[in-house]
């Protein structure tokens, strides 16, 4: 199902793949750009693993140059990242610190290994952002392709925009 309106962009990190397609899911579902952010340093591996999971703990949030900056052109963005130690990954947060102009339709889905509790990852997110995401929602790793999957697609789809009554996913 397409979700009609708003020129939407899709702002996503991934490191290991899962958040990707939850960001294509997305921006297929809500006829939407596709745009990856860039973080070098977090690459595969396990070095990648361990600097990114040191540096979420350290709250290290800066910003990478990115193929962008402004996000305006578009009326609404979601942003799709994984939660690292609690907490939003690196890349995100250094989104959120940044100079990048966002619109004022700003929507956060993360994705998690289920170790992460979301809702702290929420509140940092919200914070760095200085205002509330329009919609938001998380997935486990775990539930990928299950039918919790589906329902946590329509409720954020249903968030998103609830005057088309979106009620489920693709």
């Known amino acids: 199902m ?101 619109p004022s339709s700003v929507s956060l889905f993360l994705t998690s290994g289920a170790h992460s509790p979301t809702h702290k990852a929420f509140r940092v997110a919200e914070t760095d952002l200085g205002r509330s995401f329009v919609a938001k929602a998380s997935l486990p790793n775990d539930w990928e392709g299950t039918p919790k999957e589906e329902r946590i697609f329509a409720r954020f789809f249903r968030d998103l925009d609830p005057a088309q009554g979106i009620a489920a996913a693709l």
């Open 2 to 102: 397409k979700i009609a309106g708003a020129a939407t962009g899709i702002v996503f990190f991934t490191r290991t793949g899962h958040t990707k397609r939850v960001a294509k899911r997305l921006a297929q579902a809500l006829s939407a750009d596709l745009i990856p952010m860039r973080a070098p340093q977090y690459e595969k591996g396990f070095r990648g693993y361990m600097r990114a999971a040191i540096d979420s703990l350290r709250h290290i949030n800066e910003h990478t140059p990115q193929d962008f900056e402004s996000l305006t052109d578009y009326d609404r963005i979601v942003l799709c990242a994984p939660v690292w130690t609690s907490f939003p990954a690196v890349p995100l947060r250094g989104l959120l610190h940044g100079n990048v102009a966002l």
